[in-house]
């Protein structure tokens, strides 16, 4: 009787085994948690299709960021709820603004002990819903969001943030934001650029975490799901024009870009878990019909197998508990 010749089930045969040639671990400092707040909020004000997750007032987003600074996490990616929006998203550029204040918040609270992001775009501050300004006949109009980015990047630095994240896919956009930067005298601060950010059905519970009052879609802006070398042209023009770190989002319909962009670009590449796969997840779990904390630690381990350096998940808190 001559059994198989190589037998790959013998590295799987103990967990301290299975640990020690295990190709992929992702760590507490490679996470970075989205924090949402709401001005005027009085208490924290649930997000019903996000279980778990709530619009946070100035003074509970200031404790959570200390907790994810305790637990060690790599980072926190802010946004803001304004109480009034306008068409040219103007609140977002106040430095009275709701983000802006709570970025000066958060870096009092954590210092260096955490990496402070802001989300760069003018969606939650638009009437409208649209991540940019609009021409008078509807459309979004590129070049003067791009005045109004650059004003953005400037009052979030000047609020303390340690790394803006643009995420309105405007053409040149991070070219813009760096040369704002840099003539305001804040070199230091970094750009988490959204690089290949698709037009997804996956963000829909984001939409009511930000009161999103959008109509119609995103599709002449963000990409079409059907490109992934697309993706990767996005990426590697972010590259040149200044990102520190590039992002691909959605992550887990993705994850062929993720590793595509990976293998293209020298800087570290983020990878977004965004609210419609938490959603899914916490929504099967509710049910009963998948163990949820082994479908958490897997999807973070799939996204850092496909390439992903750093992960942006609203899990972060919890996963550094579940990584450790
Ligand atoms: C735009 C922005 C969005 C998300 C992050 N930044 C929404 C959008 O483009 O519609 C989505 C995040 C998520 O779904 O978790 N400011």
Redesign the pocket.
């Known amino acids: 009787m001559t059994g198989p010749l190589v037998r790959p089930r013998r590295l799987r045969t103990t967990p301290a085994l299975r640990r020690m040639v295990a190709e992929t671990c992702v760590e507490a400092r490679q996470l970075v948690l ?1 924090l949402f707040v709401r001005e005027g909020a009085t208490e924290p004000v649930p997000v019903s299709s996000m279980p778990g997750v709530v619009q946070h007032t100035r003074s509970t987003l200031v404790k959570a960021a200390h907790e994810a600074a305790e637990l060690g996490l790599g980072g926190v990616m802010l ?1 803001g709820i304004p109480e009034s929006k306008d068409a040219e998203g103007s609140g977002g550029i106040d430095p009275a603004g709701i983000l802006n204040l709570a970025i000066t918040d958060v870096v009092a609270e954590v210092g260096d002990a955490l990496t402070v992001m802001s ?1 760069l ?1 003018l ?2 501050f638009t009437d409208h819903g649209h ?1 940019g300004v609009l021409t008078p006949d509807g459309r979004v109009d590129n070049d003067r969001t791009l005045a109004a980015y650059a004003e953005m990047a400037r009052a979030q630095a000047a609020a303390g943030v340690d790394m803006v994240g643009p ?2 896919m405007m053409d040149g956009q991070v070219a813009v934001i760096r040369a704002a930067l840099d003539s305001s005298e804040h070199q230091d601060v970094g750009i988490l650029a ?1 690089s290949a ?1 698709y037009a997804s059905a ?2 829909g ?3 009511e975490a930000v009161a ?1 009052s959008l109509v119609g879609d ?1 599709r002449t802006y ?1 990409q079409d799901p059907a490109n992934g070398l697309e993706g990767v042209r996005e990426a590697l023009l972010d590259v040149e024009q200044g990102a520190d770190v590039v992002m691909v989002k959605p992550a887990l319909g993705y994850l062929d870009v993720v590793r595509r962009v990976r293998d293209a670009v020298p800087v570290p590449v983020a990878a ?1 878990n ?3 796969e938490y959603a899914m997840v916490e929504a099967a779990a509710a049910n009963g019909w998948i163990d949820r904390e082994a479908a958490i630690v897997e999807t973070l381990t799939s996204i850092h197998r496909a390439g992903a350096d750093v992960i942006l998940t609203y899990w972060a808190a919890e996963a550094a508990g579940l990584l450790a």
Do not use: L
């Open positions: 989205p946004f989300d775009c969606d939650e991540c995420s309105g959204y950010k996956f963000f519970p984001f939409r999103s995103r963000q977004y965004v609210s419609g």
